[in-house]
Each structure stands twice: as C-alpha cells, then as structure tokens.
C-alpha cells in the first residue's frame, strides 16, 4: 500500500454469517474475519514528515520452512518468527504509534467504524467477455452461431484500429482488490474475530488487510 | 463446507430451547417498539414450519385463521425481540412442514390430532 493508514490490521477470511443485534432485533448479514499473528520489525522513518514505513510480520510459519536469513531478521530484534514480511505506512502522529515489538492488535476497531479492506479476489483463469465483462450473449438456436463470441470490437476505416482499453476476454480474478467504507459490525476481542457488513473479496481462509485512512 | 469458526457462532444453547415442534399450537411474546414505547405483542397459531433448527438463524412460520382469513407470520426465534415462546396445545404430525394446511377450509384446516392421543385411549 502507498498510502499512509490510521489503523491496520491483517485477518483471515473465515467466512460469512449473520449477526442478530441485541439492541434491534436486525439481523445483519456480516463477514467473520479471524485476526492473524502479527509483529512490527521496525519503525524506521522515512524521512522527517510524519508518515513512516513499517516493517512488518505476520502469520504463523512452519520453522522448518524458514530460512535462515529470513529467521535471523526476528532473532536480531529477538522477537518470534512470523512467516512474511511486508512495508505499509502507518500514521505515526496518533495518540497510539506503533512501536517495535508490537502486535497489531483487534481493540484499535470499533463498532460502527468505516474501514477500508484489501484482500486477493478469487481467480476465475481465462474468462470470455460475458463473465468478465457482463457482455450479453448471442443467441442459442436458429441457425444462430454467436453464442458466446465478443462480437464486433470497433469501427472500420474510421478509427482504422481497435481502441485501448477495449474489454475483452482475459485473465480475470486473483488480483488485489480494495473495497472502501465496510461498517464494523462487532469486535471480539477474546476470539480475536472481526465483523463486517458485507461481503469480503477472496475465497475463505485469504489474508485481508483491514485499515482505515486510505 | 462451514468452517468450524462459524459453526460455534451460529450455535446455540439448546438445553434452554424451548421444546415445541411442527403442528404445535404456540404462543409467541413479541416485543414491539412504538416511538419511546415497548409493549408486548402475543401471537398464537399452529406451527407449520420450523427452519434451522439448532441455530440462531432459527426461524418458524406460525399460522392461524383471523376473520376466516389465513394469516402466517414467521418469526426469528432467538431474536431478542421474540421475548417468550409458550407451548398451547400439543399435536403429531407426520410432516415436517404443514403448507398443506393452507389449501384447507373450515374446521380440517385448525384441527390437529393431538400428542398421544392413542397412547391415552390405551390407559
């Protein structure tokens, strides 16, 4: 991420259910996202402005798939090995700066919040016009043969070339997706679970990164 | 398949579950917010669907004639709203869900055959 975020947090997609509020009675339809393990490497400052680059990692490994430079960065702070690493910026002008060792932890979210989240869709391969596009499709019988065909991509002599960006059939899915203004439904500190409204992108048990301030 | 994770979520309590079944006459507290004011609204009708049962997204369709006109409303069991849940009158069925009630007029369209009516008539 190149823009400098408020609060953050990495999760896993658990899965979708519904929340019955206790106050309402409205049954919300939410996605469960489970917290994953997380440190912070080093806070070293970009430059002099506010905004600083973090290092960070994250998720459970399996120590015998480490190697050993990848080990050593966490031995060096003496903290415990996580499985990636990753840069984000983060805001370090808060109330709450984030400081080497730290976790990123669930009770910075609060119920209602607005937050943004980034997760890698599901692949869907080589997908024609009509799924990848919401083209329409041609007709199925009387001697029709266009049944799923692109059909005409342009003019003639005039442009005399196909224009850029023309949508047409290619890869689709397994990309990063952002989808912005998500509503936290409930945070559940002790089972370390996020709720949001709504649909996540990315098939169940994807890492997602929720923050705010993009 | 569910993950485990959502499982527990949507599981409930079931020792605390109230024991009615489809075809049971029951009676339902529903509280109402009107403006400031809470009251509680009572609706009694034959259960005729029962959905999700063991879950919180529990859900029962009960049915009753108003006026010789059907009405059904269905309710979201652990609803927070839904206050009380009373058993009335107990019946057997030999289905899981009575839509075939709707198709059906005057006093075969309310009347059940009670629980245990034969086991009773054996005494």
């Known amino acids: ?214 | 398949m569910t993950s485990k994770i959502i499982q527990d979520l949507e599981a409930v309590d079931k020792e605390n579950a109230v024991a009615y079944g489809v075809g049971d006459t029951i009676n339902v507290h529903q509280l109402i917010r009107e403006g400031k004011k809470e009251r509680v609204q009572r609706y009694e009708g034959v259960v005729i669907s029962r959905r999700n049962k063991g879950n919180i997204k529990e859900v029962v369709t009960v049915r009753k004639i108003v006026d010789k006109v059907g009405v059904e409303k269905t309710f979201l069991v652990r609803s927070p709203l839904v206050s009380k849940i009373e058993i009335v009158r107990q019946a057997s069925v030999r289905r899981a869900k009575l839509f075939y009630l709707r198709d059906r007029k005057g006093t075969k369209a309310t009347r059940l055959k009670a629980k245990n009516e034969g086991v009773k008539a054996n005494a």
């Open chain 1, 1 to 214: 991420m190149k823009k400098v975020v408020k609060k953050l947090g990495i999760f896993k997609k658990v899965g979708m259910t519904q929340l019955i509020m206790e106050d309402t009675g409205n049954v919300v339809s939410v996605t469960a996202l489970k917290l994953v393990p997380s440190v912070v490497m080093d806070t070293s400052e970009e430059n002099e402005t506010d905004p600083k680059r973090i290092v960070l990692g994250y998720g459970t490994p399996r120590l015998s798939r480490c190697t050993k430079p990848h080990m050593g960065q966490f031995k060096k702070r003496s903290l415990d090995v996580h499985k990636w690493l990753t840069e984000v910026l983060f805001d370090q002008s808060t109330d709450t700066p984030l400081s080497v060792g730290e976790s990123l932890s669930l009770s910075q979210f609060v119920s209602d919040e607005r937050v943004f989240v980034r997760s890698k869709s599901k692949g869907r391969g080589f997908s024609g016009t009509i799924r990848r596009w919401n083209f329409r499709r041609g007709p199925e019988t009387h001697g029709s043969k266009s049944h799923r065909i692109t059909g005409s991509i342009g003019g003639g002599t005039t442009p005399g070339r196909v224009l850029k960006g023309k949508k047409m059939a290619g890869q689709y899915g397994n990309t990063m997706v952002t989808v912005q203004g998500l509503r936290v439904v409930r945070v559940d500190e002790s089972e370390g679970l996020l709720f949001l409204a709504g649909g996540v992108p990315g098939a169940e048990g994807g890492l997602v990164v929720v923050g705010v301030g993009l």
